[in-house]
Structure formats: structure tokens, C-alpha cells
């Protein structure tokens, strides 16, 4: 978790970035880890790119508040891959990711990989409220 600190708090500093590819899998980040990296991102007004792979990091729900919180403020961008399989994110946590989605109008190519986590019915419904809003998608793939 200190790591994902640390990382956080130099993407923070990184507000020119135009793109951002984060492979983090299987590092024990957690919630707090997630709410560094969330902070950090929400920092990087210019990005357009962001690929962000957080698979097997038992990051729930208030994590993936967090990282939907960041990519919100993220509206320029116009290519995002979240991949967050094998975590323990639930309805809750997919309806704060569905949210920042939406706010990211400009998207034209989306990878939403959230497959062995516990999203159900309600978290996917939130999801694609969020993908509803995206009109300019030009490349869906999704994995739940």
C-alpha cells in the first residue's frame, strides 16, 4: 500500500500527462492503495490516455469510489482501460465506476474488464448508465 502512496503522490505532480499505463497486478493495493491512485489521477487534467491494470489487488468498494472519483475529473479522456479483475468490488463500487465513466464524454474506446468480482444485476445496470452516457464510443469491450 505504501508503494501505491508513493505512486500516487508522483502522478500527483504529473499534471502534463497526456498518457498513463499503470500495470500494477497482484501488488496487495487494497482500498487505501486505490484511493492514492485515484487521488494521483484526479491530479491529470490533460490525459487523454489512461490503462490502468489492477487486477488481484482486493481492492472493494471504497476503493473503486476512489478510482471512479479520479477518472471523473479526468474528462479529457478519449481512451480508457480499467482492468479490475479478481477483486472485491460490489454494487456499490460499480456505481461509483459507472459515475466517473459518465463524466468522461469524450471516450472513444473503453475496456472495462471487471470479471470475478460481485457487481450483480444492480452494479452492471449502474455500469451501463454510465457507458449510456459515453456517446462518442467508437470501441466497447466489457468483461463482467
Known sequence: MNGAKYLGEGITRC?????????LMSNSIGDDGAKYLGEGISKCLTLTSLNLD???NSIGDN???YLG???????????????????????????????????CVTLNSLNLILLRNS???????YLGEGIA?????????LNL
Do not use: Q
Open 69 to 103: 472519483e479520479g477518472i471523473a475529473r479526468c474528462v479529457n479522456l478519449t481512451s480508457l482501460s480499467l482492468y479490475l479483475r479478481s477483486n472485491d468490488i460490489g454494487v456499490n463500487g460499480a456505481k461509483y465506476l459507472g459515475e466517473g465513466i459518465a463524466r
Open 133 to 141: 452516457r459515453c456517446v462518442t464510443l467508437t470501441s466497447l469491450n
Open 63 to 65: 476503493g473503486a469510489t
Open 15 to 23: 499534471v502534463t500527462l497526456s498518457s498513463l499505463d499503470l500495470y
Open 119 to 125: 457487481i450483480g444485476d444492480d452494479g452492471a445496470k
Open 54 to 56: 489492477l487486477n488481484c
